[in-house]
């Protein structure tokens, strides 16, 4: 059975930093590119930041680059994001989410976790 | 940038109707438009990939279609578990992704 689990989210002074680790399980973690999506109090869905199989290639959306970092370690399928310099814009649920790529060749986010709240606030 | 521009925003309806929630795109995506749903308190599940192709377990009532920049979600008789927030998401530009705003569907 696939399974994400997101975890390291809390409450944070603006300025501060965070790490988010989500462990995955019951898949081949380093055949996967990964992603994380965030989702403000009340909010839609904003892509956050994308990380290829091997982390040759790392993408993030504008309104975080420069101060969140994704990171992967294929051999204990794990995906993190370095979170620093928060900002209360930054305040959401982060989930980390597979992208699945079929024979079509339409990637999608097919399997997600449950969430990690990270709160930026004095 | 892509920007992706759903229709309605708020969506009330009843059990049985047929509802048609519409997503458009800023520029040409092909068929690279996924649809999901989420649930109060739970991650989003995908429903339809590549604009019209059915995930595995999703009930036939949903369907999608479209290409290029206008798409459409169609449920053809609706569920009372089918009340929840619908997101459109293109992967056009992968590795990054933009969403739709989203479109919340209630019971009238």
């Known amino acids: 059975e696939v399974q994400l689990v997101e975890s390291g989210g809390g409450l944070v002074k603006p300025g501060g930093s965070l790490r988010l680790s989500c462990a995955t399980s019951?898949?081949?973690?380093?055949?996967?590119?990964m992603h994380w999506v965030r989702q403000a109090p009340g909010k839609g869905l904003e892509w956050v930041s994308s990380?290829?199989?091997?982390?040759?290639?790392?993408s993030y959306a504008d309104s975080v680059k420069g101060r969140f970092t994704i990171s992967r370690h294929n051999a204990k399928n794990s995906l993190f994001l370095q979170m620093s310099n928060l900002r209360a814009e930054d305040t959401a649920v982060y989930y980390c989410?597979?992208?699945?790529?079929?024979?079509?060749?339409?990637?999608?986010?097919?399997?997600w976790g449950q969430g990690t709240l990270v709160t930026v606030s004095s | 940038d892509i920007q992706m521009t759903q229709s309605p925003s708020s969506l009330s309806a009843s059990v049985g109707d047929r509802v048609t929630i519409t997503c458009r795109a800023s520029?040409?995506?092909?068929?690279?438009l996924n649809w999901y749903q989420q649930k109060p308190g739970k991650a989003p599940k995908v429903l339809i990939y590549?604009?019209?192709n059915l995930q595995s377990g999703v009930p036939s009532r949903f369907r999608g279609s479209g290409s290029g920049t206008d798409f459409t979600l169609t449920i053809s008789s609706l569920h009372p578990e089918d009340f929840a927030t619908y997101y459109c998401q293109q992967s056009y530009t992968t590795p990054t992704y933009s969403f739709g705003q989203g479109t919340k569907l209630e019971i009238k």
């Open positions: 019951g898949f081949t973690f380093s055949d996967y590119t």
């Open positions: 990380i290829s199989t091997s982390s040759s290639y790392l």
């Open positions: 520029q040409s995506i092909s068929s690279y």
């Open positions: 989410a597979r992208v699945w790529v079929p024979t079509s060749g339409w990637p999608y986010l097919d399997f």
């Open positions: 590549g604009a019209s």
